[in-house]
């Protein structure tokens, strides 16, 4: 046990305190003062979920615990660097090590520790029925609508680029939701859903023309919902006829989507990764502007976002059209501009970025790199960029293997050969939790 100056230190990412802590902290003090670190927001998205309190409130929360001496603010996943700041003699932790993430973080406070003999202590970690309760009922409200409609607002003034990955199912919803990745340096998951036109109409084997109708693409809107909690985004195309559109934003703001984007062209909508392969006309700008304007007058609630993206880099009408549309469209109500190219090389995206960027701070910009896919989320940032949208990618993953399955069945006249390429007859049973 520690001598009476000891340092003990834990980090809590949580936005309750349930008997869990509790009795970590009961376990804490018998080896000298306990000092709490409370995970800031941002780490949190990457780590765990998007907290329901504010750092600061959930730094309160832990205030309030009696045996609690001092509570600090851990601003990295990672425990070294706080560690070196504090020096604690030991470091307090559940034995819930299982997840790669869980394992990443071990091995950082391991490593730390070594360094100047510090001692991890590891308690069992609770999970009764009453705990795994409440995870439950903190997740069940995240998906709330109320909840989680402004939190795509929230996430932009909390990260430094919004990673938002296309989903069109139920299942992709639930990769999006629970994907995180673990390296030595890095905890990491996509941040919101992007609900694509393109794959959307796609998945049902329609094209992409605004074919498929809004009850169509809200029924695929509720599925993801009822599976995950993240932000979503969803592609409005054109938007319609703006007497179309204002019944839109409502619907969409009652489900709990969190922002519509929709497009300055007017009549047939083809795909823009068409460009002006196809006849695709821009609309007007002050056409375009009241659209956006109707679409802001009919949103009821302050949190949710329209979008406006343009399409001139698209339609080749220049970087001049683009950016006189983007600060018009600003000026209608838009809450943010994306712009959107499909070059192989990302220059007129980024020239566009700094343009804008010039006279405009504020205004989120959001971009699609489909085609110039060598950029990185880094160098976008540089640019003023704040949501960044994979745009299609687990739909383009999904159908060759689901082709090649198909190719090897018929080839083969029996399923042996494609067996090992699939997930496995029980990971698939046990892939979906039952409440
Ligand atoms: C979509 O994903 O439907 C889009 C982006 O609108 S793009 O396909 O690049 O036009
Ligand atoms: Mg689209």
């Not at 832990?62 to 001092?70: C, G, L, M, Q, R």
């Not at 990295?76 to 090590?97: A, C, F, S, T």
């Given at each position: 046990m520690g001598s009476d100056n000891s340092i003990v230190y834990t980090c809590f990412c949580t936005d309750i305190i349930h008997e869990g802590h509790l009795n970590l902290i009961n376990e804490a003090k018998k080896y000298g003062d306990v000092v709490v670190g409370v995970l800031c927001d941002a780490q949190m998205v990457k780590y765990n979920r998007f907290p329901l309190k504010?750092?600061?409130?959930?730094?309160?929360?832990?205030?309030?615990?009696?045996?609690?001496?001092?509570?600090?603010?851990?601003?990295?996943?990672?425990?070294?660097?706080?560690?070196?700041?504090?020096?604690?003699?030991?470091?307090?932790?559940?034995?819930?090590?299982?997840?790669d993430s869980m394992k990443v973080i071990r091995q950082n406070i391991v490593d730390v520790l070594d360094k100047y003999g510090g001692e991890l202590i590891e308690v069992p970690y609770t999970f009764n029925e009453n705990i795994q309760k409440v995870d439950r009922q903190m997740r069940e409200q995240l998906s709330m609508p109320e909840l989680r409609r402004g939190r795509l607002k929230k996430l932009l003034d909390m990260v430094p680029v919004v990673k938002t990955i296309e989903v069109h199912s139920g299942l992709t919803g639930l990769i999006a939701e629970k994907t995180v990745i673990a390296d030595e340096e890095h905890i990491d998951q996509f941040d919101a859903m992007w609900v694509s036109s393109l794959c959307d109409s796609t998945e049902k084997g329609k094209p992409d023309i605004e074919l498929v109708d809004m009850t169509s693409r809200f029924r695929t809107i509720n599925d993801i919902m009822e599976v995950t909690t993240k932000p979503i985004i969803f592609d409005g195309d054109t938007g319609g006829i703006a007497e179309h559109f204002v019944y839109t934003v409502r619907s969409l703001e009652r489900m709990g989507v969190s922002a519509v984007i929709i497009e300055d062209k007017i009549g047939l909508k083809k795909n823009s990764l068409f460009g002006t392969e196809v006849k695709q006309t821009q609309d007007e700008i002050g056409h375009f502007c009241e659209k956006i304007a109707a679409g802001k007058n009919a949103q009821l609630s302050d949190d949710f976002m329209i979008i406006a993206r343009i399409e001139s880099l698209i339609l080749e009408q220049g970087m001049e059209d683009a950016l006189k549309r983007a600060f018009a469209f600003r000026d209608a109500g838009a809450d943010g501009i994306m712009i959107h190219s499909r070059r192989k090389e990302p220059d007129e995206i980024l020239e566009f970025c700094d343009k804008f960027r010039e006279k405009d701070k504020e205004t989120p910009i959001v971009v699609v790199p489909s085609s110039y896919n060598t950029i990185t989320e880094e160098e976008l940032i540089k640019h003023g960029v704040n949501i960044v949208i994979y745009a299609n990618q687990l739909l383009r993953a999904a159908f060759p293997a689901m082709q090649n399955a198909a190719k090897s069945i018929l080839k083969h006249h029996r399923a042996h050969e494609i067996d090992e390429e699939l997930l496995s007859i029980k990971d698939i049973i046990t892939l979906i939790d039952e409440l």
């Open positions: 504010s750092t600061s409130e959930r730094v309160k929360l832990v205030e309030e615990i009696p045996d609690v001496s001092k509570v600090i603010i851990q601003d990295q996943i990672m425990y070294d660097k706080v560690v070196e700041e504090l020096r604690p003699d030991y470091i307090i932790h559940g034995d819930n090590w299982s997840e």
